[in-house]
């Protein structure tokens, strides 16, 4: 199809999977250090290919496509093949997804050193690893669904890891089931698709609705707002978002990995891979800008009352994929990619140091319970510090240039507008806020646990995240407007695949500032808040609870949204099947019109009883005499009839 | 030379072995190594089939044809094609997996269950390969003796009970099928299967039709009605949570699904096209109430096996939808979904028939964290569970997608409703999975050291999980042959041309 020699692309997911099937099958019996090898070799080799292809990349002729010789599906009417793709915006997520997981991988072995099902541990991680790279590979919607279930897989068995923990089951049960309601909107999108299109691959789909430029709206809009559904899945926003602090029941590797640098930005990806089609949707990319504008606002305020570390994060994090979204909605595509990619390494970061902080403390998880840990673990502290002022959209730290370029393009967008703007700035203080409290409650003031003895992780821990640390501070610098004297090149990097024609044209340098400016007051005022209650006036956040019970309750309780989703949706269900279905219509009507025969199945139970004592010969000869008396009957009887 | 018997040793071996078990001598376990041997040679023998078939040919292959009775005219036909091809396979390769399953578990009367299973292997091989209507019918019918006798024989405690509800549900309705195959010759005056469908062909094209108004259509509905119940399709489900229950493990591996489903497209497709459209609304309402039906009733189901039958009934209504929207695709799919349900069902009633083995009970809240004691038997079970809610890469996703995605236009509502089904599947299947393996350990798996799977347990399951993978990635290699048959299903020559001369 081109002259770029093959690239054999398809080895960058599979050598995670050989990793996972040696780790699955033997690791039970090897000894850790070999466990961890295979896992660790196994995800450094599709980095390392990554990494050749990234300085290749401009010698290739893109977009590169590639297909195994057997398609996966093949009827007369409807093909599907294992085919992947590069361009910018693939290379740009593979190089997130196995440069962070990589770092993560070793972070896991100096974490989960101690842990019983080592092995198992690896495998699912390799395992997802495999799921990750096939969905961001995928040349069509097919094989980007293996990659979407495929995590949901990963990120079910590993939330799951410690099984015997009921919460921990419960979660990884609850993600999943959730998750597939997403599904649910993705099969029939695809559905849509092939009727429309005939065919699943991206260049088809795109490239017949390119074709067309007359058709807005009507069908497109139902497809994008059924793959919106699948994203609000996947990346927990409104209204599917509830499993995703549960997950937090995962160890905290796979909090960085899975819930926070790759999976749940495969919505993000996914809409952003699908540009044309949402482009042509001004509704569907309303629905996209307000549900993540929402999201990031409500997740917010819930993240600001936590006092468990990892669902501050958490929260954050939906909150975080809420601007991506908001971004996506105002077709600043590329600004939710580069959004994607700081928020990759801060946050990831965020967990691991949060996760050096559990290990500091011995498992200990709740704020409340912390403290002073600066003197004790400096360099957690220094490299969480980076993460915070990142998220924080201080600059010059990576999260300030992302955040600023979704909240300009937000502002000047007509499917977003000033509007969700508001809501997004808003959202900055509040961010600010949560941030710097979680940094005030953990590492200033004295420590409040007794008998700890906080220390910092093994190298293997630290090494990982001084590398983030440097990258959540350095990595926005990539895409610096050229307002603030870039070049912008991330976006004209992500050109060729996410320019929208009717992009907001980037306007005069002056107004742009002015939007800088207000974001990082408005961060600074968080800041500000968060210093006050949490290090100045300690204490005062408890009254001001107490003075806002109503409001703080709320919050705690999350909005009440699990337990409103549990009343008004589960109960009734799972009702109605009890006691309706089952009870009434299965025993009651279906099993009782069967036992027409209820009383003469007795009877003829009490007769084949007689028969059953003797042996069976006389049994089956009973059977068979009954069956030549029907066939004899019937026949005669109808020749009889038919003469 | 090979190509002629074939079909006529693939089928009579089982039976010929199923004397000699007869005449073996009840000592050690002489009868369960006979048993496996003459299996794995049936095994052997069915992957002729598709060794030697000849792909992209849609007609009949392997055929062998000559009369038997000449009054009335019964013959000696035997072929397969793509709807059978596989099945014949399926049937063949989980035979060996049953005489497994069985080798610990029936230790008594043993040369009465091996006797049996034989002929049932013989019985269902039959069906697939007949295509003389007499014929069929007799293989039908055999099907169901050795099956009402061993749950009968063989049943937990209420074994007679289920036996009787299995027989009187499955034979009453075959009865019918006999009077529609005898009035069909009366017509016609043959039972074979390729001259009935020409000769109904030209029948429903000419204006001058043989047969009165209305017959057609009732015998067609005489078909269905058996081959519905067999399947089964809601609301005809009621036997089958006995027969999982009662059943030994071989017997319920095999006995739903595929000969009611395989029926329903040889005859109700093959031979009344028409009158097959005629019904397809009701059926595809049925079809979508028994996913959604199914799949809610299995949630609050509390013994494995009821969960198991239920969820049976939810899956196989997919094969109903695929078959009845009458789209290529959606017949592909739905021809493929009847082998992933052959052998992901067969897994799973043999892992829960291990456990039962084990603990002696089917009762999900009896259980809780098995996965600690037993972890190869929880992750096979896990496999298995994602085999059957569609998990992509496994087999269960390629028959789903292709019945949803091929019966999508013109059924967009049913679909919707259907594809809701993989929400609900997930929902039993994983919060199964949770009680039974995770959480803590209940007091009956903590008191009672229980060893994990043995050899002879893996190597009834490790097969079927390879499977599981490569028909996942791999469905070319079977939708190759079932496409044929598929294409002429979803549009056979007469209704092209009613539509022509319309």
């Not at chain 1, 090898?37 to 290739?60: C, D, G």
């Not at chain 1, 009877?603 to 066939?631: E, F, K, P």
């Not at chain 2, 013994?303 to 959606?330: E, N």
């Not at chain 2, 993978?469 to 209704?495: E, H």
């Amino acid at each position: 199809m081109n002259d770029t020699p093959s690239l054999h692309l398809w080895l960058i997911p599979v050598l995670p999977f050989i990793g996972f099937l040696l780790n699955g099958l033997l690791g039970s019996r090897l000894p850790k250090t070999l466990v961890s090898t295979i896992a660790l070799l196994f995800t450094a080799a599709p980095l390392a290919l990554v990494t050749i292809i990234a300085f290749r990349f401009t010698s290739l002729s893109l977009p590169y496509v590639e297909r195994l010789p057997m398609p996966w599906m093949a009827t007369p009417a409807f093909h599907a093949d294992f085919a992947f793709l590069l361009d910018p915006l693939t290379l740009v997520m593979l190089l997130v997804v196995t440069g962070v997981g990589f770092l993560i991988h070793i972070y896991s072995v100096g974490y989960m050193a101690h842990e019983e099902g080592y092995w198992r541990f690896f495998a699912y991680l390799n395992l997802f690893m495999f799921f990750m790279l096939t969905l961001v590979l995928a040349e069509n919607f097919l094989i980007m669904f293996v990659g979407w279930e495929g995590v949901g897989l990963a990120s079910y068995l590993l939330v799951g890891f410690y099984f015997l923990k009921e919460s921990a089951a419960d979660a990884g049960k609850k993600a999943f089931i959730l998750n597939r309601i997403g599904d649910f909107g993705f099969l029939l999108a695809m559905f849509l698709m092939i009727a429309h299109f005939g065919s699943l691959s991206f260049s088809s789909v795109f490239g017949a609705i390119s074709h067309h430029p007359e058709v807005q709206g009507g069908f497109l809009t139902a497809i994008a707002l059924l793959l919106l559904l699948g994203a609000t899945g996947k990346s927990a926003q409104i209204p599917l978002y509830i499993w995703l602090p549960d997950a937090m029941e995962g160890p905290t590797p796979v909090s960085a990995l899975i819930h926070a640098a790759t999976m749940v930005t495969a919505g993000v990806y996914m809409i952003a891979r699908s540009h044309v089609l949402f482009d042509r949707s001004p509704f569907a990319l309303g629905v996209v800008a307000i549900i993540g504008a929402a999201t990031a606002l409500f997740a917010a305020t819930v993240g600001m009352v936590q006092t468990d570390i990892k669902r501050v994060l958490a929260y954050s994090t939906i909150s975080q994929l809420g601007y991506m979204f908001l971004a996506c909605g105002a077709a600043a595509y590329s600004a939710a990619i580069f959004h994607l990619v700081t928020h990759a390494f801060f946050k990831a970061l965020l967990f691991l140091a949060a996760g050096s902080v559990i290990h500091a403390l011995g498992g200990q998880q709740d704020m409340r319970a912390m403290g002073g840990l600066r003197t004790a673990t400096p360099i957690t502290f220094w490299t969480m510090s980076s993460a915070v002022f990142a998220i924080s959209g201080v600059p010059p730290f990576s999260g300030f240039f992302s955040k600023d370029a979704i909240l300009y393009q937000t502002f000047v967008s007509p499917t977003a507008g000033p509007i969700l703007w508001v809501v997004g700035v808003v959202t900055v203080s509040l961010t600010a806020f949560y941030m710097f409290r979680l940094w005030y409650l953990t590492f200033f003031g004295a420590i409040r646990t007794k008998d700890a003895h906080p220390h910092e992780g093994p190298w293997s821990m630290l090494v990982p995240i001084m590398i983030l640390g440097v990258l959540a501070l350095a990595g926005g610098w990539i895409g610096i407007p050229k307002a603030l004297g870039g070049g912008d090149q991330f976006a004209h990097f992500l050109d060729p695949v996410l320019h929208v024609a009717s992009a907001p044209a980037s306007s005069s340098g002056n107004q742009e500032i002015w939007f800088s400016v207000i974001s990082v007051a408005m961060a600074a005022i968080g800041w500000f808040f968060a210093d006050l209650l949490y290090r100045r006036k300690p204490g005062m956040a408890d009254r001001l609870a107490e003075r806002a019970a109503g409001v703080y309750s709320l919050l705690v309780n999350k909005y009440w949204i699990d337990q409103i989703y549990t009343g008004l949706i589960v109960a009734p269900l799972l009702f109605l099947s009890r006691y309706l279905l089952w009870g009434a219509v299965d025993r009651g009507v279906i099993n009782g019109g069967g036992s027409l025969a209820a009383g003469s199945m007795r009877g003829l139970g009490a007769l084949v009883q007689r028969v059953q004592s003797g042996n069976i010969r006389s049994y089956a000869g009973w059977l068979a005499v009954g069956a030549a008396a029907l066939l004899l009957i019937t026949y005669f009887g109808f020749s009889m009839h038919l003469s | 030379m090979l190509n002629d018997s074939i079909l006529t040793l693939t089928t009579f071996v089982p039976a010929a072995g199923a004397v000699v078990v007869a005449l073996l001598p009840r000592r050690g376990r002489i009868i369960q190594w006979f048993t496996l041997a003459v299996a794995l040679l049936t095994f052997g023998l069915t992957l002729q089939l598709p060794a030697h078939y000849v792909y992209g040919h849609p007609g009949f292959q392997f055929e062998v044809d000559f009369p038997w009775i000449s009054s009335p005219a019964i013959r000696y036909h035997l072929g397969v094609d793509g709807i059978s091809v596989w099945l014949v396979v399926l049937t063949g390769f989980l035979a060996p997996l049953g005489v497994l399953a069985s080798w610990k578990t029936i230790n008594h009367r043993t040369k009465e269950f091996y006797f049996f299973f034989l002929l049932q292997q013989t019985a269902m091989i039959g069906v697939f390969v007949s295509l003389d209507m007499f014929l069929y019918y007799a293989f039908w019918e055999l099907t169901l003796v050795p099956m009402a006798i061993l749950i009968s024989m063989f049943g937990r405690d209420r074994g007679t009970e289920a036996a009787i509800k299995f027989f009187i549900y499955t034979f009453l309705p075959s009865a019918l099928l006999l009077v529609a195959i005898v009035w069909l010759y009366a017509k016609t005056g043959t039972f074979d299967f390729v001259r009935l469908q020409s000769i109904l062909a030209q029948s429903s094209s000419s204006s001058s039709s043989a047969f009165p108004p209305q017959a057609l259509f009732w015998a067609s509905l005489a078909f269905l009605v058996a081959f519905a119940v067999k399947v089964p399709v809601f609301p005809l489900h009621a036997w089958l949570g006995d027969v999982f229950s009662e059943a030994p493990t071989a017997m319920a591996m095999v006995v739903a699904g595929k000969l009611g489903l395989y029926s329903i497209l040889r005859f109700n497709l093959g031979l009344f096209p028409a009158q097959a459209r005629q019904v397809a609304p009701w059926m595809i309402a049925l079809a979508v109430i028994g996913i959604l039906y199914g799949a809610l009733v299995a949630l609050v189901q509390k013994d494995m096996k009821r969960l198991a039958a239920f969820s049976t009934v939810s899956s196989l209504s997919f094969c109903i939808l695929g078959i009845f929207t009458f789209a290529v695709s959606g017949l592909d799919g739905a021809i493929y979904q009847i082998l992933n349900e052959g052998i992901s069902v067969g897994a799973l009633l043999l892992l829960v028939g291990f456990m039962y083995e084990r603990y002696g009970t089917y009762e999900i809240g009896a259980y809780g964290g098995l996965a600690k004691r037993m972890p190869h038997l929880a992750t096979l079970f896990v496999i298995t569970g994602l085999s059957l809610i569609g998990l992509p890469l496994l087999n269960g996703f390629v028959g789903e997608f292709l019945i949803l995605s091929g019966s999508f236009p013109g059924h967009v509502p049913w679909v919707a409703a259907a594809t809701a089904g993989v929400i609900l599947s997930a929902a039993y299947m994983l919060w199964m999975i949770q009680r039974v393996f995770y959480g803590t350990q209940s007091g009956m798996v903590t008191d009672l050291a229980v060893a994990d799977m043995n050899f002879r347990e893996h190597m009834a399951v490790w097969p079927i999980a390879v499977l599981m993978l490569l028909m996942g990635v791999a469905s070319p290699l079977w939708m190759r042959a079932i496409d044929g048959a598929a294409v002429k299903l979803a549009s056979p020559a007469p209704l092209v041309g009613m539509a022509v001369k319309q």
